[in-house]
């Protein structure tokens, strides 16, 4: 037995049949070979898969791919607009803010997600927005830096004008 | 010459391939008609397995085959590194099979497999297996296990345990102890840990039928021992006919080094379908059950010395739980790794410890970053300051005393705790500790700390803080020390490095190492940048597979930046030797007069008299005018076994803040100076330190896998474990005190354990001092509110 779904993915529409119990991410990395996402855990903990649907950010294991029927969704793998990076990309790369990469995706998509909520988040607040985002390897310490780093970036792109940042939207 | 990028900050070469989504992870790879492997796992922590029917999980959709431990001819899996040390350990050795056979010893332990067409379907099939298992009773605590009357879990080691090993001076101990102005005692339990990097762990088989080979990709940190332990020990398949590829790796902090039952399965698998790959992943509940746990002693230490502090003894007695049956190296870690560091950065004059290893009906218990040096950086520094408490002194003089004084070394422990038995010994390169302590006790303010600790208690906090003056053994090993008998595993760990400069400049190097997010590709370039005088650019590295790697022991106990940059460093040297007699050739000079300036060789005297070392690889590659017996190209091999570990030190400082009416802790304030040697990028360095403190931090205060007396575990989710979450810390402040290491030519130590050897006892130091107005002298960890609260409500005289 298989639904068919229909959604928008990184701005391309794409047409699945999935069995019921299909996770979201589960149809993204295994029907759409988009492996961007990643699994870290099976209780909705980590993080790890985060996406954005209909412009927010969710866990995709905790949400039926038929659920996501009509929605858009973006993925890591949608987030630059080409080769340029999107700032939050280009600000976990200059704050070192990974070491394994394997919560990095669905960290960069949670942070994105704030900033589009609060372009001046304090540290507490990013502390606060990345809580369902488990890293083990950073300590977190140099993730906040990203993240800060970043809104510092958009909000000078925005001020100038440039548009930076926002490309998800 | 282009500016030096060794030492400098640079952006990781890895980056672009992650924050993309482009990196490729194990469950990432997916090739044509493979098929998926899931593993039915004990409920029970300890049964006999009366038999097991897999007929009608034959019969489910899209089953191709089940398997039970029965239908696999392979040994059990090796223990490579038994406790050893003295003449005459016994280590009582049982490891796993592939699938159980006969009993099952720990909730999780693998009894059948099902491979099927999608990993729904094999998990999908497992609910129909049936398993009659006769319960036995179990235990899960070492201390309860090795007690008259415990359940037993194996034949060959009566009362449970696995070896009873010693080191140090038992007379002198003893003595020192029995005459001592003052003796302190306690019981302390470093508690066990789940690893939880945060790609679980998994495997894809293949066996080719074509050719009769294997290739095996695994989430590993060693694919080179893998190879040697799969072929040799396990499965009886010759090395040569077994490839082992680690994808990019999603953190290890030491729990993908080990050899596991599901590699030989999904090998097994493949070739009984007919050689479909299968693959295996982990999920995350089922890997807190099959991958190794961390850390789990109980310990008795007793430390002697004077009233003004001049520690003269310290006795340590612990129970090492190891599980149900051994992982690779479990042994190694509470002895080796453990008993030869219980001294510290300090002179005791006398040592002795005593290590019982014991199974248990719980996971394996194998290295967890730090691997017995955070458990022992635990002990000492505990001890100091339970001492310091006894005899009234401040805990950063008895420390100051006591430090090992810079001109001392080389320094062994006199009771001999760095002498394996044969006489090979390995000592403390290097170390000048006071300065590192005074930095970090003037960044903190520690002689204003009486007013902090009142200004805190005028808003119902309870202010401590905590010292950890840690030293650490890393750089392992010399072979010579490691292959010692009983001191390793009777192999080598050595480097191994390969350099080739193709003839457009474009270089490539390939190593024995194996990074899991340590950034080796950067650094690794770096290094052969400066070595060559090459841009960064032109340079790629490459790991990770045993095909096209030189043979490689891989990546953990900080080991890679001292051993395996060594080995890149002596390959570097022998394409520039080689580069400067082609330059000779090329310049009609004497090789004598060459002299090299990054990638100018240039004539002595006559500075245009000059090639580029890009000139010259274009040259000898092509070899169309060698000099006379030169073979061509420009590719070199080095291998390098390292003289010594390398000591990295430094003091750590944490402040906590505790609710007097709640009891959460606060860690309000962390500190670290750190002397790690030179560093090759500061950035990739900090980011070393700021992970291994939050690891360590997370084992003072909220992390600790707990089993009930049946041995089901409760913390068996991340839903129930404790991961530390980006709210529960503050930011890190780091610092350094740079005194080279000797051991190598560019001077560094590593440093991807130090964080979380120092900072679980500079916490719990912490915690401890803060509750110190109220009596309490210890408390173990991990220190969640619950614990503190009863602590408080017991030292208060109400309910505890």
Redesign the interface.
């Known amino acids: 037995m298989s639904e068919h779904i229909a959604f928008v993915v990184n701005g391309t529409p794409r047409e699945l049949d999935v069995e019921p119990r299909r996770l979201l991410v589960q149809a993204l990395r295994e029907d759409l070979d988009m492996t961007g996402t990643h699994v870290g855990c099976d209780t909705s903990q980590c993080g790890a898969c985060t996406v954005h649907v209909n412009s927010m950010a969710i866990k995709s294991c905790t949400m039926l791919a038929v659920q996501a029927d009509g929605a858009s969704i973006t993925t890591i793998e949608g987030l630059a607009s080409g080769e340029v990076l999107h700032p939050m990309q280009n600000a976990f790369w200059e704050k070192h803010g990974l070491q394994c990469g394997f919560c990095t995706p669905g960290m960069i998509m949670t942070a994105v997600d704030l900033l589009e909520r609060n372009p001046d988040p304090t540290d507490d607040e990013i502390r606060h927005a990345i809580e369902g985002n488990f890293c083990r390897c950073t300590g977190y310490h140099n993730i906040v830096a990203a993240i800060r780093h970043a809104a510092e970036t958009m909000r000078a792109g925005a001020t100038a004008g440039e548009g930076v940042g926002g490309a998800t939207r | 010459m282009t500016t030096d990028v060794l030492g400098a900050r640079i952006?990781?070469v890895?980056?672009?391939?992650?924050?993309?989504?482009?990196?490729n992870?194990l469950?990432?790879i997916?090739l044509a008609s493979m098929a998926h492997l899931a593993i039915l796992r004990s409920p029970y922590a300890h049964a006999n397995i009366r038999s097991v029917d897999v007929s009608v999980a034959k019969t489910r959709p899209g089953v191709v085959a089940v398997f039970v431990g029965a239908d696999i001819p392979y040994n059990p899996l090796p223990m490579a590194w038994p406790a050893g040390g003295s003449a005459g350990i016994k280590n009582n050795v049982n490891t796993p099979r592939v699938l159980a056979t006969d009993s099952v010893k720990w909730t999780g332990e693998g009894v059948a497999a099902v491979v099927a067409e999608t990993p729904?379907q094999a998990f999908d099939a497992l609910d129909a297996i049936e398993v009659d298992y006769e319960p036995l009773p179990a235990v899960v605590d070492a201390e309860k296990a090795v007690a008259p009357g415990a359940p037993q879990l194996h034949e060959n080691a009566p009362n449970n345990i696995v070896f009873e090993w010693t080191v140090g001076d038992k007379a002198g101990t003893d003595a020192a102890i029995d005459g001592a102005e003052v003796v302190v005692r306690q019981r302390i339990v470093n508690q066990r840990l789940i690893p939880?990097?945060?790609?679980?762990r998994g495997d894809i088989g293949w066996y080719n039928p074509g050719t009769d080979e294997y290739t095996v990709w695994m989430s590993s940190q060693t694919p080179h021992i893998q190879r040697l332990l799969l072929t040799a020990f396990v499965t009886g398949i010759p090395e040569h006919k077994v490839r082992c590829i680690s994808p990019?790796?999603?953190?290890?902090?030491g729990s993908k080094i080990y050899c596991y039952a599901d590699m030989a399965l999904c090998m097994f698998a493949s070739k009984a379908i007919g050689g479909r790959p299968v693959k295996w992943v982990e999920?995350?509940?089922e890997g807190y059950q099959s991958t190794i746990h961390g850390r789990d002693h109980i310990t008795y230490l007793e430390i002697a010395g004077k009233k003004d502090g001049e520690i003269t003894g310290l006795r340590v007695k612990t129970y090492a739980n190891l599980g149900g049956r051994l992982s690779t190296i479990g042994p190694g870690i509470p002895t080796t790794l453990y008993g030869r560091v219980l001294s510290g950065c300090y002179k005791f004059p006398n040592v002795y410890a005593e290590v019982i290893g014991v199974y248990t009906n719980t996971t394996f218990v194998d290295a967890y970053r730090g691997a017995g040096r955070p458990e022992a950086t635990y002990v000492v520094e505990r001890a100091m300051d339970l001492f310091a408490a006894e005899i009234g002194m401040d805990r950063a003089a008895i420390r100051r005393k006591n430090f090992i004084p810079p001109d001392a070394f080389p320094y062994e422990n006199p009771s001999g705790l760095g002498t394996a038995s044969g006489g090979a010994k390995i000592y403390i390169d290097s170390g000048n500790y006071a300065p590192a302590l005074d930095k970090a006790l003037t960044t903190v303010g520690y002689y204003e700390l009486a007013k902090a600790k009142a200004e805190a208690r005028t808003r119902g906090k309870y202010l401590g803080l905590g010292l950890s003056t840690y030293i650490e053994v890393c750089g392992v090993a010399p072979s010579k020390w490691i292959g010692a008998v009983g001191e390793g595993w009777g192999a080598a760990m050595w480097e191994s490095a390969n350099i080739k400069m193709h003839l457009t400049g474009k270089t490539v190097v390939t190593m024995g190492t194996q990074p899991?997010?340590?950034?080796h590709e950067t650094t690794y370039s770096q290094i052969v940048a400066h070595e060559l005088g090459i841009p960064m650019e032109d340079i790629v590295v490459q790991h990770s597979d045993t095909q096209g790697t030189p043979f490689g022991y891989g990546t953990y106990g900080s080991r890679t930046s001292s051993v395996g940059s060594t080995a890149a460093i002596k390959a570097a040297g022998k394409i520039r030797e080689k580069a400067r007699r082609m330059a000779a050739h090329m310049l009609e000079a004497a090789v004598d007069d060459i002299e090299v300036d990054g990638a100018n060789y240039s004539v002595k005297g006559s500075p245009d008299r000059v090639k580029t070392i890009q000139e010259i690889a274009f040259a000898i590659d092509l070899a169309f005018d060698p000099p006379e017996g030169m073979e061509p190209y420009l590719d070199e091999t080095a291998y390098y076994d390292t003289p010594n570990c390398t000591w990295p030190f430094g003091t750590h400082i944490a402040i906590v803040e505790i609710d007097e009416e709640t009891g959460a802790v606060e860690l309000v304030r962390y500190v670290a100076v750190d002397d790690v040697g030179k560093k090759i990028n500061p950035?990739?360095v900090?980011?070393?330190l700021?992970?291994?403190?939050?690891?360590g931090v997370g084992q003072a205060l909220w992390e600790g896998a707990i089993y009930d007396d049946g041995g089901q575990l409760l913390t068996g989710?991340?839903?129930d474990y404790a991961?530390p979450?980006?709210?529960y810390?503050p930011?890190?402040e780091l610092d350094e005190t740079v005194t080279p290491s000797p051991v190598n030519p560019i001077g560094v130590k590593g440093v991807g354990e130090a964080?979380a050897i120092a900072s679980t006892a500079a916490v719990a130091n912490a915690v401890v001092d803060a509750l110190s107005p109220l009596g309490i002298r210890h408390l173990d960890m991990p220190y969640t509110a619950q614990t503190v609260w009863r602590a408080i409500q017991g030292a208060k005289g109400g309910p505890a």
């Open positions: 952006k990781r890895e980056d672009p391939r992650f924050i993309t989504g482009n990196g992870y469950d990432d997916k729904e939880n990097p945060m790609e679980t990019d790796v999603g953190g290890a902090f999920g995350r509940r899991q997010g340590q950034g950035m990739i900090d980011g070393q700021h992970g291994g403190i939050a690891q989710s991340m839903l991961m979450r980006a709210s810390f930011d890190i964080g």
